[in-house]
């Protein structure tokens, strides 16, 4: 009887195919959990932001009506000097290449990567809607 020491196409062909159908189902999961980690980081943000106005907001009884959005690579500040002394009493800094964050009144939003959330500054509360 003859002894084998290589695969054969038919083998190797099969292990293709479940490498495929592997990839096929692997694939998408993993596209859906980045796109869960960068919403999940853009409430982090917004909730990060809230802290920040709401300070501003306790201090000059008003809510900012800006937020640098730096110099366009995503980077994203709130400054605020509370006390009148021309020194920045409250800061935030961060970068975020897949949202862009805007002050509108005493709201919030970050868009971008597919959908939009909106914090309400006064009650916290976080609210999506698809783009």
């Known amino acids: 009887m003859k002894e084998r020491k290589a695969f054969t196409l038919l083998e190797l062909l099969i292990v293709v195919i ?6 096929v ?5 993993y596209m859906e959990s980045v796109q ?3 919403e999940a980081s853009a409430k982090s943000n917004l909730q990060e932001i809230r802290k920040v106005a ?3 907001q306790s201090a000059t009884g008003d809510w900012p ?7 366009g690579a995503g980077e994203v500040a709130l400054d605020a000097d509370l006390d009148g002394d021309d020194e ?3 800061s935030l800094s961060f970068t975020d290449d897949d949202y862009d964050y805007s002050i509108s009144g005493s709201d919030v939003t970050a868009s971008g990567s597919g959908a939009t ?3 309400d500054l006064e009650t916290g509360e976080i609210t999506e809607s698809d783009d």
């Open 36 to 38: 869960k980690a960068k």
């Open 54 to 56: 709401m300070a501003i």
């Open 25 to 29: 189902i692997a694939i998408p999961q």
């Open 18 to 23: 479940i490498l495929g159908l592997l990839a």
């Open 65 to 71: 009506d800006a937020l640098d959005s730096g110099d």
């Open 88 to 90: 920045t009493d409250v």
């Open 117 to 119: 959330f909106v914090i």
